[in-house]
């Protein structure tokens, strides 16, 4: 299949860490991306890793990636609230082809 | 050296009309795929091109349709707009691998 699935909602306080979470389906999958989208505004790429890397870390940002249980992570450093926003995660498939999970709406409250 | 582009950022169509959407791929990137995001979903896959001819399909109807000129911009046409195309629709560009977005146009169909 072609799902990809991420939890609908987090609360965060600001200055902890936040995590977000997402799975997929394809074990065919090339890249895995982070996308962060504020309110009636397009889409960002935050960051994105390889599929025969482990870990990638940019700043703020680390991703962690099994790709045993097809399990995909985002971890954000210090949450700010200008993190407040959806972040989607997306399957690159051959042919440049992204399937995107439901998204998960990150607050961060003070 | 500019990004993607799309235009126009919003259009107001009536059912049964017909719309045209524009995008300029990022500098040097040959591949333009087409994405529709409605409101509180992640978006979804509609088509893509390569070499002027679309190379892959998702599952929407033939009522979308597109073009991809020589200089790699492309068009997206909707025919016969019912209410439920309305979206905010998403151009992304790559080549060999991660994809841009462009801001997206915003389609309210009334």
């Known amino acids: 299949g072609e799902d990809v699935e991420q939890s609908l909602f987090l609360s965060v306080r600001e200055g902890d860490s936040s995590v977000i979470n997402c799975t997929y389906t394809?074990?065919?999958?090339?890249?895995l991306y982070w996308y962060k989208q504020e309110p009636g505004a397009g889409l960002q790429l935050l960051t994105y890793?390889?599929?025969?890397?482990d870990m990638k870390q940019d700043q703020r940002l680390t991703v962690l990636l099994n790709k045993k249980d097809k399990h995909l992570s985002l971890r954000i450093a210090d949450t700010q609230t200008g993190d407040s926003a959806i972040y989607f995660c997306?399957?690159?498939?051959?042919?440049?082809?992204?399937?995107f999970g439901t998204g998960t709406r990150l607050q961060v409250f003070p | 050296d500019a990004g993607v582009t799309q235009s126009p950022t919003h259009l107001i169509k009536t059912r049964g009309q017909q719309v045209t959407l524009r995008c300029s791929p990022k500098?040097?990137?040959?591949?333009v795929s087409w994405y529709q995001q409605a409101l509180g979903q992640g978006p979804q896959f509609i088509f893509q091109?390569?070499?002027?001819?679309?190379?892959q399909r998702g599952n929407f109807p033939d009522r979308f349709s597109g073009h991809q000129f020589p200089n790699y911009s492309s068009e997206l046409n909707v025919n016969a707009l019912l209410l439920g195309d309305s979206a905010l629709y998403l151009c992304?560009?790559?080549?060999?691998?991660?994809?841009?977005f462009g801001p997206g146009t915003r389609l309210t169909v009334l």
């Open positions: 992304a560009s790559s080549f060999e691998g991660v994809s841009g």
């Open positions: 394809d074990s065919s999958s090339t890249y």
């Open positions: 890793i390889f599929s025969n890397m």
């Open positions: 997306a399957d690159h498939r051959n042919t440049d082809k992204l399937i």
């Open positions: 500098s040097g990137h040959d591949t």
């Open positions: 091109y390569y070499e002027e001819e679309e190379r």
